[in-house]
């Protein structure tokens, strides 16, 4: 067998194409689009070597669209997650033998298949099943998942690559181990990227997978099983299922092979998870890792000295990208009374000129939330604003359904800094800003660091460098990913390693070595290699 310490290729950060009015990746999207609304899909769960369908056929829509059907998934139930658990454990010994290299190379094809011929697939299959405009499907669904693959080759073969020292006589070697077990990713909607990299960096490190996706992000994340299994993924590595989540915790979370979750959504269900792997504690072979990245309520706190043009485009892109969708996005900003009427003003003004409507228009800025449920929630947080006598909406505060979940960009301008929509979670294009007295800048990091129980992101915008410096020491535990003169969104792989604490999840933080760290179960060999024969010591002798 051919043997040889190897080095993966260097990786480098995907270029975002700009789908400029006549460019050539423009009309290749568009194409796609066309295409993909032309015709409806029938998806199947992946369970081993079998596409499983069953009788229980769901549709799947546009969220700007919903009378449109772009084809259907098949649900699946309890017995479809045992089968999936099942057809990762006799996967395992294989995949985990397997040599490290080929195990990269299978997904450094997958990073190519993205960037050639499945980019604008993939991209219009997020476009329309997420409501996503062009940029954001490809900083998303193209460069992000594309850097998670590559970089985390790269990272993988760093793991390997840390050896211990050794001293005279002894040889000392680290193995890193696949967990003993099965592993779960359970993703969300909102990224494509992150329903890829949750269950392929478990994969990478020689574990098998159950996942789980969002059911709004079924359509798209059956693009990136296709891409998977053309790269080369051997049956039964990651096995595909959309089955409700209570169900899947039912069964994985009482086996006593589950050795890890990997988790991206709302705090209340990681919580939950958590405490039923708790109860399950003594039924398990070793102890599971969890990993997980839940809320957030992102700030972007404002000094005297900042530019106001420059926080009030923080505030627009912040907030009101992907409709404010990402558990990044802004959604309280702290502005100073000195600066308020110049950032209102911008912020009103660019608002104004944002369209809002379907993706396949490109002239659209905002495009629908979600879902009806999701639709419901915002609008309900909206209308409970208008009512209280402590508010006022400067921006936005329309919403309607009859054709797609559409949700205007709402800014709330509050009294109390204290109220619902300055400390809960929304999920949508709502933000809300307190006006704080100038001279109470110190107390008013304070406040923004107790408000909220998420630390997720957060941002500073000042020229005063000694305010730079006292917000980025009194926030420390505030955000796990923090910004200095920038929007609170817009993370990259092997930039700025994304996760947050508190309420916000366990910061494991994805798209950095210390994430695959948590894949993998450590082995130390030690080798002597001239064993001694005698037992006595040299200070066991006689003067």
């Given at each position: 067998m051919p043997n040889g310490f190897f080095n993966v290729p260097l990786p480098?950060?995907?270029?975002?194409?700009?789908?400029?009015?006549?460019?050539?990746?423009?009309?290749?999207?568009?194409?796609?689009?066309?295409?993909?609304?032309?015709?409806?899909?029938?998806?199947?769960?992946?369970?081993?070597?079998?596409?499983?369908?069953?009788?229980?056929?769901?549709?799947?829509?546009?969220?700007?669209?919903?009378?449109?059907?772009?084809?259907?998934?098949?649900?699946?139930?309890?017995?479809?997650?045992?089968?999936?658990?099942?057809?990762?454990?006799?996967?395992?010994?294989?995949?985990?033998?397997?040599?490290?290299?080929?195990?990269?190379?299978?997904?450094?094809?997958?990073?190519?298949?993205?960037?050639?011929?499945?980019?604008?697939?993939?991209?219009?299959?997020?476009?329309?099943?997420?409501?996503?405009?062009?940029?954001?499907?490809?900083?998303?669904?193209?460069?992000?998942?594309i850097d998670f693959l590559r970089f985390n080759v790269y990272f993988m073969?760093?793991?390997?690559?840390?050896?211990?020292?050794?001293?005279?006589?002894?040889?000392?070697?680290?193995?890193?181990?696949?967990?003993?077990?099965?592993?779960?990713?359970?993703?969300?909607?909102n990224f494509t990227a992150i329903a890829g990299n949750l269950p392929t960096s478990m994969a990478m490190m020689g574990n098998t997978v159950v996942w789980k996706p969002a059911y709004t992000q079924?359509?798209?994340?059956?693009?990136?099983?296709?891409?998977?299994?053309?790269?080369?993924?051997?049956?039964?590595?990651?096995?595909?299922?959309?089955?409700d989540g209570p169900v899947v915790g039912d069964v994985v979370f009482s086996h006593p092979d589950f050795a890890g979750l990997h988790f991206t959504g709302s705090t209340k269900v990681f919580q939950s998870m958590w405490k039923a792997i708790g109860e399950n504690i003594q039924k398990y072979r070793g102890y599971p890792r969890i990993v997980g990245e839940t809320g957030g309520k992102d700030f972007i706190m404002v000094h005297p000295s900042a530019d106001a043009k420059e926080v009030a485009t923080a505030i627009v892109r912040g907030a009101f990208e992907y409709q404010g969708q990402k558990c990044s996005a802004a959604s309280r900003c702290y502005i100073p009374k000195n600066l308020w009427e110049e950032v209102r003003k911008y912020v009103v003004e660019d608002l104004k000129t944002l369209k809002i409507g379907v993706t396949e228009d490109f002239s659209n800025f905002i495009n629908a939330v979600i879902d009806e449920r999701s639709f419901n929630s915002i609008a309900n947080y909206i209308d409970n604003a208008k009512v209280s006598q402590m508010n006022?909406?400067?921006?936005?505060?329309?919403?309607?359904?009859?054709?797609?979940?559409?949700?205007?960009?709402?800014?709330?301008?509050?009294?109390?800094?204290?109220?619902?929509?300055?400390?809960?979670?929304?999920?949508?294009?709502?933000?809300?800003?307190?006006?704080?007295?100038?001279?109470n800048f110190e107390e008013t990091l304070d406040l923004v660091d107790r408000t909220s129980p998420y630390a997720l992101t957060g941002s500073i915008f000042a020229r005063d460098r000694y305010a730079i410096e006292l917000a980025t020491k009194k926030l420390t535990n505030a955000a796990g990913n923090f910004y200095i003169n920038d929007k609170p969104t817009g993370a990259v792989v092997g930039q700025q390693p994304f996760g947050g604490a508190r309420g916000s999840g366990t910061n494991d933080k994805a798209g950095a070595k210390a994430n695959l760290m948590r894949w993998v179960s450590m082995r130390t060999i030690k080798e002597t290699l001239v064993p001694p024969t005698d037992y006595r010591y040299p200070f066991l002798e006689q003067d």
């Open positions: 480098k950060n995907e270029p975002v194409l700009s789908y400029g009015k006549g460019t050539r990746e423009r009309q290749l999207l568009k194409k796609a689009l066309e295409e993909a609304r032309a015709r409806q899909v029938d998806i199947p769960m992946y369970i081993g070597a079998e596409e499983v369908r069953t009788q229980n056929k769901k549709k799947l829509s546009p969220p700007h669209d919903h009378q449109h059907i772009l084809g259907y998934y098949h649900e699946g139930d309890r017995q479809h997650v045992e089968q999936a658990v099942q057809a990762a454990l006799n996967a395992k010994e294989l995949w985990a033998n397997m040599s490290w290299e080929h195990r990269a190379s299978i997904f450094l094809k997958a990073a190519d298949l993205i960037a050639g011929p499945y980019r604008y697939i993939l991209n219009a299959a997020t476009m329309l099943g997420q409501s996503k405009n062009a940029f954001q499907a490809e900083i998303d669904s193209a460069c992000e998942l073969s760093q793991i390997y690559h840390d050896q211990p020292e050794s001293s005279p006589g002894v040889w000392n070697r680290m193995e890193y181990r696949p967990l003993e077990g099965f592993t779960l990713a359970i993703t969300p909607f079924i359509y798209a994340a059956n693009v990136i099983m296709q891409v998977l299994k053309k790269a080369g993924l051997p049956d039964g590595v990651i096995n595909l299922i959309y089955v006022e909406i400067i921006a936005g505060g329309n919403y309607d359904k009859s054709k797609g979940y559409f949700v205007e960009p709402t800014v709330i301008l509050t009294k109390d800094p204290s109220s619902t929509t300055m400390c809960e979670e929304i999920f949508g294009p709502v933000l809300t800003v307190y006006v704080y007295d100038p001279a």
